[in-house]
């Protein structure tokens, strides 16, 4: 097993020397006959070595030029063989085989991509950057301009009109979906994006009117439900807002005075009327 291992390490050290001896040997027994056929017809030896060494050399000139146009022709009508649909992914790979030496491939420390050695054939080496997939977490993460955006809106619109809006724009989800109320509400949350106040100065809501006249909600809703005050929503869940005038409150505050139903069932929902 040692002298096989030496002689291989010997022989591969060797090969810069051995192959141009080896080559010359097999060109010699090559060119012998076309030599010695010239000598049968009295060509001087000499003569005829030469006249065959230039024969060959001339043949080896032709070939090698015959190939160089057919090297060069097919590194011209590569883009198109290349794109031609009838070429199938097993032809591509065929033709990198014949054209890449080796590859190295090195994975920069911080970057998310590879970067990729090519060694050609010719000698030539060429480097090509590879960005690699992002990970689950960067995948469903939403760019900055729809984080952009969504803070944008959430300025004069609630979280449904919002989700509306985006969808008119053509904008789609992380996941290619179409935006909802409650994915607008998470991206709010995860970037500390206020919810907007759409609530006017001059209005109250049903929990201050009620803390206002001292009196339980459910008469707010009630007088809401008969238009005894003016209030408004945005939507069927959003909300009631109210607004009350000076001539309002004064009618209120005596409704509540003279009413001692409201005054018994203060703390109870009234569905039959603060009368």
Not at 72 to 91: E, G, N
Not at 184 to 196: C, V
Not at 205 to 226: C, G, K, L, M
Request: charged letters at 20%; one cysteine or more.
């Amino acid at each position: 097993m040692l002298i096989t291992v030496i002689i291989v390490a010997t022989l591969s050290l060797a090969r810069e020397v051995l192959l141009p001896i080896a080559l010359a040997c097999i060109l010699s027994f090559m060119l012998a006959p076309p030599v010695r056929m010239l000598q049968n017809r009295r060509v001087p030896r000499g003569l005829a070595v030469a006249a065959v060494v230039l024969l060959a050399f001339f043949a080896i000139f032709m070939l090698g030029s015959f190939m160089a146009r057919q090297v060069s022709r097919l590194a011209k009508d590569l883009p198109r063989v290349w794109h031609a649909p009838t070429t199938q992914a097993k032809d591509r790979k065929r033709m990198l085989r014949l054209l890449i030496k080796d590859i190295t491939v090195e994975k920069p420390p911080l970057a998310k991509q590879l970067l990729a050695h090519i060694r050609w054939q010719g000698g030539a080496c060429s480097d090509i950057r590879v960005q690699l997939p992002p990970n689950i977490a960067d995948r469903v993460r939403y760019p900055a301009t729809v984080v952009d955006r969504v803070r944008h809106l959430a300025q004069s619109l609630p979280d449904g009109e919002i989700a509306d809006r985006l969808n008119q724009e053509g904008q789609v989800s992380a996941l290619g979906k179409p935006f909802t109320g409650s994915m607008i509400q998470w991206i709010r949350y995860r970037h500390q994006i206020p919810k907007a106040r759409l609530i006017r100065p001059e209005e109250l809501t049903v929990q201050q009117v009620a803390e206002r006249f001292r009196i339980s909600p459910n008469v707010v809703y009630y007088w809401i439900d008969r238009g005894i005050i003016r209030a408004r929503r945005l939507n069927a869940g959003s909300p009631y807002w109210i607004t009350l005038s000076e001539t309002d409150e004064h009618k209120l505050r005596d409704w509540v005075h003279n009413s001692c139903r409201i005054q018994m069932t203060s703390s109870t929902r009234l569905v039959e009327g603060a009368l």
